[in-house]
């Protein structure tokens, strides 16, 4: 089966190309960072997309739960790491429907 590889000369200008087996996700992407934030001399190699959430996080200098599958990109200094609270979400409740339906329509979906 032939592996179809796709070249442009610049990104951020619309659709990239037409998607290659939409229904079909894959761990392999591209990573890009540049700017002052960024350290150009790191590598980016073994990077997965486990990885992208911390690197947000510690780009943002927002602690990374210690829970949280992945690591900081070496690109960026690492934040630090700290248990995040578990959620504890507050009973599900039944809603008026008339209410709903008003300020669905209020927003104008209705």
Partial sequence: ???AV???????NGQFGEPMESWNHKRTG???AAG?????AATLAGA???DIAPTICSLFDVPVDAAMDGDPLPVVEESTQQPYPAYD???ITATDDRAVEDRLSDLGYL
């Fill in 6 to 12: 796709a070249i442009a000369a610049s990104l951020g």
């Fill in 30 to 32: 591209v990573v890009a």
């Fill in 1 to 3: 089966m032939g592996r």
């Fill in 36 to 40: 002052p934030a960024f350290d150009e």
């Fill in 89 to 91: 979400p507050e009973p």
């Fill in 48 to 50: 997965t997309i486990f």
